[in-house]
């Protein structure tokens, strides 16, 4: 579904299908690769219960999305569980994101009660002694696993999502079976991208040609498994999916594959929005780049969302430069935006993680 004009009278780009707000900033987890550099305090600006509402009263007055609440550790906000029931009497999917402790039978009860549909847990290593040390708090690992059992026995449908880098890309295949033992429905492994704290371990970034290994490592263990596998924060996947089918002799079309023949791989501001936890809006988490700021327009997430000129830029992919520009596959793959930014300072520039040569820059291909 397209949604009114831009500045320019062109169409604004597909509805939303994604939100994800960051309810708080607040978080007691120290992880590594964190976008927000968040701490476990208080942080002003916060959106109010009647901002919330409002939020969400414009977001479903176009468009049904999915809603990420996310943080932080949003379940540090006290309102949480009002600000979902909310929006799913608005009629949104509801979903969460804690990292795992403060989940317990109690809090597992209130998430089901207050509509959440699925929440996504982080796991970003095998064992205690990996996971442990990203998060940067001890007995983490222990207390997610702990949560997770308290989500499954209250009936909530949960996912595992995993921070891919050189510290942890060895144990992929165990953090899916792990996944597997403990019944989540999906496993979503997120290639880093180094913003916030994410710049100091940069070199932790698994380097180009194993990013393309990985990427055909998930395809190949995505017909092996009974859960949704899919990687985030990863848009090549989507050419790499479609070069392994068709050379399988599968062609991708809407009807063979649903809706993942209809998504483009980075959705910044293209179907996705971040919702920052004082009301910037933003392509995602990781493209730190104010596109409108929800007070400073009374709340017209609507007026942002078809207007602004980052976003527009982002779902008109002529705009792209370098191999993305010429690329057969851009309007499948598009490049990671937020990595082309913090590693260029131009996120219309070609994504710097991709070993793929177009077919019209290759010697002889005209």
Same mark, same amino acid.
Not at 93 to 102: A, D, E, F, I, T
Not at 222 to 229: K, R, V, W, Y
Not at 239 to 246: A, N
């Given at each position: 579904?397209?949604?009114?004009?831009?500045?320019?009278?062109?169409?604004?780009?597909?509805?939303?299908?994604?939100?994800?707000?960051?309810?708080?900033?607040?978080?007691?987890?120290?992880?590594?690769?964190?976008?927000?550099?968040?701490?476990?305090?208080?942080?002003?600006?916060?959106?109010?219960?009647?901002?919330?509402?409002?939020?969400?009263?414009?977001?479903?007055?176009?468009?049904?999305?999915?809603?990420?609440?996310?943080?932080?550790?949003?379940?540090?906000?006290?309102?949480?569980?009002?600000?979902?029931?909310?929006?799913?009497?608005?009629?949104?999917?509801?979903?969460?994101?804690?990292?795992?402790?403060?989940?317990?039978?109690?809090?597992?009860?209130?998430?089901?009660?207050?509509?959440?549909?699925?929440?996504?847990?982080?796991?970003?290593?095998?064992?205690?002694?990996?996971?442990?040390?990203?998060?940067?708090?001890?007995?983490?690992?222990?207390?997610?696993?702990?949560?997770?059992?308290?989500?499954?026995?209250?009936?909530?449908? #949960?996912?595992?999502?995993? *921070?891919?880098?050189?510290?942890? /890309? %060895?144990? $992929?295949?165990?953090?899916?079976?792990?996944? =597997? !033992?403990?019944?989540?429905?999906?496993?979503?492994? #997120?290639?880093?991208?180094? *913003?916030?704290?994410?710049?100091? /371990? %940069?070199? $932790?970034?698994?380097?180009?040609?194993?990013? =393309? !290994?990985?990427?055909?490592?998930?395809?190949?263990?995505?017909?092996?498994?009974?859960?949704?596998?899919?990687?985030?924060?990863?848009?090549?996947?989507?050419?790499?999916?479609?070069?392994?089918?068709?050379?399988?002799?599968?062609?991708?079309?809407?009807?063979?594959?649903?809706?993942?023949?209809?998504?483009?791989?980075?959705?910044?501001?293209?179907?996705?929005?971040?919702?920052?936890?004082?009301?910037?809006?933003?392509?995602?988490?990781?493209?730190?780049?104010?596109?409108?700021?929800?007070?400073?327009?009374?709340?017209?997430?609507?007026?942002?969302?078809?207007?602004?000129?980052?976003?527009?830029?982002?779902?008109?992919?002529?705009?792209?430069?370098?191999?993305?520009?010429?690329?057969?596959?851009?309007?499948?793959?598009?490049?990671?935006?937020?990595?082309?930014?913090?590693?260029?300072?131009?996120?219309?520039?070609?994504?710097?993680?991709?070993?793929?040569?177009?077919?019209?820059?290759?010697?002889?291909?005209?």
């Amino acid at each position: 579904m397209k949604v009114g004009m831009d500045g320019g009278g062109r169409p604004a780009g597909p509805a939303p299908r994604l939100v994800a707000w960051e309810t708080t900033r607040r978080c007691p987890m120290k992880c590594k690769h964190c976008r927000g550099s968040a701490r476990d305090q208080d942080y002003a600006g916060e959106l109010s219960p009647a901002e919330a509402r409002l939020l969400i009263d414009n977001i479903a007055s176009f468009s049904k999305p999915i809603l990420i609440l996310t943080g932080g550790e949003p379940m540090t906000r006290e309102d949480i569980y009002d600000i979902a029931r909310y929006g799913t009497d608005k009629g949104l999917r509801v979903v969460m994101s804690p990292c795992g402790p403060l989940i317990t039978p109690e809090t597992a009860s209130k998430m089901k009660e207050s509509g959440i549909q699925r929440i996504s847990v982080s796991i970003d290593g095998a064992t205690a002694a990996t996971h442990d040390k990203f998060r940067g708090v001890p007995g983490a690992f222990d207390g997610a696993l702990r949560g997770i059992g308290h989500a499954r026995d209250a009936g909530m449908e #949960f996912q595992i999502n995993t *921070t891919v880098t050189k510290h942890n /890309i %060895s144990e $992929l295949a165990d953090i899916l079976a792990l996944a =597997e !033992r403990l019944g989540a429905v999906a496993f979503n492994p #997120f290639l880093l991208v180094p *913003t916030g704290r994410g710049k100091a /371990i %940069s070199d $932790l970034e698994i380097p180009p040609g194993e990013y =393309e !290994r990985a990427l055909n490592w998930v395809y190949e263990k995505s017909l092996e498994t009974d859960i949704q596998f899919k990687p985030t924060c990863a848009p090549h996947y989507h050419r790499i999916f479609r070069q392994r089918e068709e050379k399988a002799g599968r062609e991708v079309t809407p009807k063979s594959h649903g809706l993942f023949a209809m998504t483009k791989g980075c959705m910044g501001g293209d179907g996705f929005v971040f919702v920052s936890y004082d009301g910037i809006l933003q392509p995602c988490g990781f493209f730190d780049v104010n596109c409108g700021d929800l007070r400073r327009e009374n709340f017209d997430f609507k007026k942002i969302y078809e207007t602004s000129k980052v976003f527009n830029e982002l779902r008109d992919t002529r705009t792209y430069k370098g191999k993305c520009g010429v690329c057969e596959y851009v309007k499948v793959c598009g490049g990671c935006r937020a990595r082309a930014l913090a590693l260029s300072g131009d996120y219309l520039a070609e994504e710097p993680f991709c070993v793929y040569t177009p077919k019209s820059m290759r010697r002889g291909d005209g």
